[in-house]
Structures are given as structure tokens and as C-alpha cells.
Nanobody, 121 residues
């Protein structure tokens, strides 16, 4: 069974920082793109940041300059460093990974269960 285990969410004051982690648990052949998405109440899920297997990154305009993303392939983990948090960052944050289970398998997307981030003003 393949799972994405997220951690690091919680309550933070505006202007402070949080770090989210997402570990891929289980056996697989290769992890390709990894990323973080978020969904605030009443809104659709939106991209926050992604990172390719080569380390190229992409960020939503709303978090550029405040958030960073990096990955540790040895630990099968992707991290989201969130700095200068603002109340608008409040949402459930989801990790996603594009994974090939076996050498000859097609790539599939796997999602974590989500972790709540609440930023108070």
C-alpha cells in the first residue's frame, strides 16, 4: 500500500513560519513531480508549489517570495517552508506525488489526506 503521510500543520500567528512535511510510505519504482496544494473553505483546491525530480520549482503568485519547496529523495519526502504567513494562507494543505509503482508502470498521482494550517491575525 502506498501512502503520503503529511505533518507539520497547526496554528500560527501572522508573520511567523511553519514547515510542512510529506513522506511517501511504501514501495515504488520512482517519484516524479511532487507538490503542495491547498483548499480554503468555500474555495477550490489550488496549487501552492511544485518541484520536479530535477529540482525545478513552480509557485503560485500568492506565495512567491514567502514559501519555498524542496525534496529529499533519500527520505522520499517533500517539504514546504512557509514564511511570513498571512491569514489568507489558512487552508487544508494537501501533498501530491506523481509515482511509478513499478519499472513498467504508468505514472499515477497520489494524494495525502491533508493537514490544516490556520493563521491568526
Amino acid at each position: 500500500q502506498l501512502q503520503l503521510a503529511e505533518s507539520g500543520g497547526g496554528l500560527a500567528q501572522a508573520g511567523t513560519s511553519l514547515r510542512l512535511s510529506c513522506e511517501v510510505v511504501g514501495n515504488m519504482f520512482r517519484i516524479n513531480d511532487m507538490g503542495w496544494y491547498r483548499q480554503a473553505p468555500g474555495n477550490q483546491r489550488e496549487l501552492v508549489a511544485t518541484i520536479t525530480s530535477a529540482g525545478s520549482t513552480n509557485f503560485a503568485d500568492s506565495v512567491k517570495g514567502r514559501f519555498t519547496i524542496h525534496r529529499d529523495d533519500g527520505k522520499k519526502t517533500v517539504y514546504l517552508e512557509m514564511n511570513s504567513l498571512i491569514p489568507e494562507d489558512t487552508a487544508v494543505y494537501y501533498c501530491k506525488a506523481a509515482i511509478r509503482r513499478h519499472r513498467f508502470a504508468a505514472e499515477s498521482d497520489y494524494w495525502g489526506q491533508g493537514t490544516q494550517v490556520t493563521v491568526s491575525s
